[in-house]
């Protein structure tokens, strides 16, 4: 049984149920004696975390509930034990999700498939004088204040800057508006209650369902937006016209900081395929370099470069696009630790000064349609037929097939793990003819 994807278990609830959250509660609780437990505010989220406390508990673990809280909030409280989180993130309100912690760190893919087998064989409950027992626990204030103490080492105090924080009627409103505000910065909270409907926005923080935070931003005094998805692990920030900044500029921007900063021989920063070159040009201007790894593993991306390095290596920072890890403060994903961060780098520097070096070129994503069961030939043909239509360009093709090009113009081409697409992601001055070209190299490897 295949039951994670790139994040966790994640799906409509007709799929992520109360049997499979039991399931997979008493196949976690093999692994470990202790577990926190939380979830966000989605209306099926207590029945599910019931049934995964009952799973957990039956297997022989303790389990500590944290209740509604942000996912980064559950990977902090797992720092030395294990910890799972029920949420679909920036999903709909009709799914729901499982997202496992180990020690602050996602499950890696191994650990993820030792799960799917535990599921399968079904291996039932432990005697009846083994099962572990369950309490409820805060860990809320302790998590505000650590990412508070941790971001005051960066930037400035944001004693004369005002930011908008739009919640999303997610888990953020229990967590950044508080800790902006405790560094010093003038909050103004949109959508800070929890409601599991999202009745507010949709949950995934796009320019467009952040209609109205850039109008607000763009209307009034804030010099700064910032916005989050369901569980507060994404951000996205504005400008203070009330403009989305790219998604690769914020992070070149926290990059490069955390490369300069470094007292390291090798600071590294981890990334995925599909992030810009503008990222690589800032990490080598400070004096670090790039390492990239698959969508949805930045963990295991961060294990590998520590690994392949030596005593100098340090990785000071890595991120997918709208999503962050510190690894100096923990090695989850933080939207409410990335919104610190930034608030505070903006209040030393001014956010236009932190983006005149960076090359901010066109950017387009596209997606072609592909059936399933072509996807491997077409990319098998793709690892040849693209180096072929650029000869000039250096190939890698560990994730997809990527074309680094001259002038830091780049292009990705990977197929989509979960819908019938071949994705082609693209930067150059002159982005449209470079993806017209790629387009149609890509169609003519799915005819083949």
């Known amino acids: 049984m295949e039951l994670f994807g790139t994040a966790g278990i994640r799906g409509p609830v007709t799929e992520v149920t109360p049997d499979l959250a039991l399931a997979v509660g008493r196949a976690a609780g093999v692994d470990g004696d202790a577990f926190v437990l939380g979830r966000d505010g989605r209306e099926t989220g207590a029945a599910l975390a019931d049934a995964l406390a009952a799973g957990l508990e039956s ?3 303790t389990v500590l509930r944290l209740g509604t809280v ?63 027992t369950g309490e409820r626990v805060d860990v809320l ?62 949950s995934k923080p796009t320019p467009e369902t952040l209609a109205d935070l850039r109008a607000f ?22 400008d203070g016209d009330g403009d989305v900044v790219h998604e690769d500029t914020v992070l ?21 395929p599909n992030a810009s070159g503008r990222i690589d040009e800032r990490v080598r201007a400070a004096g670090g370099r790039v390492e990239r790894v698959r969508l949805g593993a930045l963990h295991e991306g961060i294990a590998e470069a520590r690994g392949a390095g030596d005593e100098d ?11 962050h890890i510190h690894p100096a403060f923990g090695g989850w994903i933080d939207g409410v630790a990335s919104a610190a961060v930034i608030t505070r780098l903006v209040a030393d520097s001014g956010l236009d000064a932190l983006r005149e070096p960076i090359a901010e070129r066109p950017y387009r994503k596209e997606s072609v ?13 793709l690892e040849t037929a693209l180096p072929d239509a650029f000869p000039e360009a250096g190939v890698n093709t560990d994730h997809g097939v990527r074309l680094d ?13 979960t819908e019938p697409y071949i994705r082609v992601y693209a930067e150059s001055e002159t982005v449209d003819d470079l993806v017209e070209t790629v387009v149609g190299v890509v169609e003519d490897a799915i005819e083949d």
């Open 59 to 61: 297997a022989g673990a």
């Open 70 to 132: 942000p996912t980064p909030a559950v990977a902090y409280a797992s720092r030395g034990r294990r910890g799972v989180m029920v949420t679909a993130s920036h999903n709909p309100p009709t799914d729901n999700g499982i997202k496992l912690f180990v020690d602050g760190r996602e499950y890696d893919s191994e650990s993820e498939r030792r799960i799917e087998a535990h599921v399968d064989a079904d291996e039932g409950q432990a005697e009846w004088d083994a099962w572990g």
């Open 141 to 202: 204030g302790e998590y505000r204040d650590a990412v508070a103490d941790y971001a005051a080492g960066h930037g400035a105090t944001p004693e004369d800057l005002t930011v908008a924080v739009d919640c999303g009627n997610g888990m953020a409103g229990l967590a950044t508006p508080q800790v902006l505000t405790s560094l010093g910065a003038d909050v103004v909270a949109l959508n800070a209650n929890v409601d599991g409907h999202f009745t507010a926005r949709e």
């Open 217 to 238: 931003v763009a209307d009034g005094d804030a010099d700064l937006g910032i916005g989050h998805d369901g569980d507060a692990d994404r951000i996205v920030v504005l």
């Open 252 to 272: 070149a921007i926290v990059a490069e900081h955390y490369t300069r900063a470094s007292d390291a021989g090798d600071p590294v920063v981890v990334t995925t």
């Open 313 to 323: 290596t340090e990785v000071v920072f890595a991120a997918e696009p709208w999503k």
């Open 369 to 381: 349609p592909c059936p399933d069961e072509r996807k491997e030939a077409a990319m098998e043909r």
């Open 405 to 417: 090009l001259d002038g830091g113009a780049w292009t990705l081409v990977r197929p989509s793990g």
